[in-house]
């Protein structure tokens, strides 16, 4: 079990609000996760007896040096890559007993995810992107929720808009938007603003956030950028697939600072 270290200090974590639906417990954790790729010498450890959970309503960023075991971490807490050994929980629910199609369905109704390359249909409008993962399910979208998510993102005039005819900060919005329709437990976001300009890339964070504290949503955000992981609640610090810190309230300083002491 990877405790944080003894002398890393830690603060309270913020309010999340009167909003925090999911507020108690962790929206997602893992149980002493291995995780492996190769074989022989060229055996690669990416998850190294890992235990940590993502606290119910609160924002949480990974970060770590390249190969450090971010990424894996995020895709096996979300139900996208298997362990070889360990446990994985997303809402209580265990996903390595589950066959695919439950795995499916846990994902489809229980998570959201925003992925760098925005991945929206170009011949689909706005509107249309956002409750395509509702749509395929046959279920029907909470209007009221919609209306509530659209306004928030600011995408209530570009509902109409194809994906061309938006910037890439509009485009991120819809994939967040979407993300947040079906209001899952947990929104997975890998490096969410990796291909935003600064200004597009705060009003996704500023978004993000207010998902967690006006919502009562829980975000747990993979990125190399500090500003961005100034926007959530707490850090988690990864190197050699293992948890090796973890910051509460973090700083864009603070957090440059302990990438560099980790050599990224």
């Given at each position: ?35 492996t ?32 075991g ?85 995408l ?109």
């Amino acid at each position: 079990m990877n405790d944080v270290p003894s002398n890393t200090l830690i603060h309270p974590a913020p309010d999340s609000g009167p909003a925090a639906e999911s507020e108690g417990g962790d929206a997602a954790r893992c149980e002493a996760a291995v995780k492996t790729y190769g074989a022989g010498g060229t055996q690669v450890r990416a998850l190294d007896e890992v235990t940590v959970g993502l606290p119910a309503g609160r924002f949480t960023a990974i970060m770590g040096p390249s190969g450090s075991g971010k990424s894996t971490l995020m895709h096996c807490l979300a139900g996208l890559d298997r362990l070889d050994s360990g446990r994985v929980f997303v809402d209580e629910v265990e996903l390595g007993p589950l066959g695919d199609k439950q795995l499916t369905t846990l994902r489809r109704d229980r998570i959201g995810f925003v992925f760098q390359s925005f991945n929206l249909l170009a011949t689909l409008t706005a509107a249309e992107n956002i409750t395509l993962p509702l749509d395929l399910a046959g279920r029907r979208p909470d209007r009221d929720w919609l209306e509530t998510v659209v306004e928030a993102t600011g995408l209530a005039d570009r509902l109409g808009h194809r994906p061309a005819e938006l910037s890439g900060g509009q485009q991120q919005r819809v994939a967040v938007a979407r993300a947040l329709a079906g209001r899952p437990r947990i929104v997975f976001a890998d490096e969410p603003t990796g291909n935003l300009d600064s200004r597009s890339g705060a009003e996704v964070l500023e978004f993000l956030r207010r998902a967690v504290r006006e919502f009562g949503r829980s975000v747990a955000m993979v990125t190399h950028d500090p500003n961005a992981a100034a926007y959530a609640d707490q850090v988690l610090f990864l190197a050699d697939g293992r948890i090796v810190d973890r910051m509460i309230a973090p700083s864009a300083q603070g957090v440059l600072d302990r990438m560099k002491e980790l050599g990224s």
